[in-house]
């Protein structure tokens, strides 16, 4: 039996996207914690936050992923590894391609979290769900079966039962936006580092454990977004330069 010693928390959010807090005070809530061994930042079409978050690692005694979460049409995809940005509403297949050219891994992230607009995900959802060795032929490395923030009854269940059938590995996530938030979608992996956790994704050694985002941070986040809904509101306080993880990773 597989000794899990490893919690990573691999889909999280800062200001610099749509998140309510900085990566300064989203890695401090995470150390507060102290439960967790790698963290990504997954901020929505960027990378500044997730690389200045980096460049700070040794400040923190767990690991932290430079990502980025990348629209399409389609739905979303996670790219773990990512340092240069990614064009958006590209095709799926091209998204995974542009993230593996960064030496990334590419995750669909939460396959059945349909907004009320998202007509054309809704249709493409519907067919690979009728045919699920779509994703395996456009190249994911894994499939997002737990996500904290989908707060609607049955999804995640039905997000796993689905990964089961294209035989990728599953992961889990927070999703989180709010300092509180991080620690509820936790990916479980042999050892403790970043290396570690990218060796068991690739071999699908991993297990998946969580809880759905409470109340007060649904409300919460709810709340930030009624009252900042440009794409220009949010602040960059941290940007940095992909140099910085190129040259020490």
Known sequence: MTNFTGRADLHVHTRASDGIATAREMLDSAKAMGTLDVIAITDHDRVDAALWAYERRDEYPFDIIPGTE???????????????KIKKNMSYKDTVDAIHQQGG???????FHVEIHDVRAGLWRHRYLRHPE???????????????????????????????????????GSDAHTINSINRGVTLFPGHSAGDL????????????????NLRDVFQFLRYKQWNTSDDFFP???????????SRH
């Open 70 to 84: 990348v629209t399409n049409h389609d739905g979303h995809i996670l790219g773990l590894w990512v340092t240069e």
């Open 105 to 111: 891994i590419a995750i669909f992230a939460h396959p």
């Open 134 to 172: 779509l994703l395996v032929d456009a190249g994911f490395d894994a499939i997002e079966g737990f996500n904290a923030a989908s707060i609607l009854p049955g999804v995640n269940t039905f997000a796993t039962r689905f990964a089961r059938r294209t035989g990728l590995p599953i992961v889990a």
């Open 198 to 213: 990218r060796q068991a994704i690739c071999e699908g050694n991993i297990a998946i454990d969580g809880r759905k985002w």
């Open 236 to 246: 960059e306080p941290e940007k940095v330069t992909s140099k910085a993880f190129k």
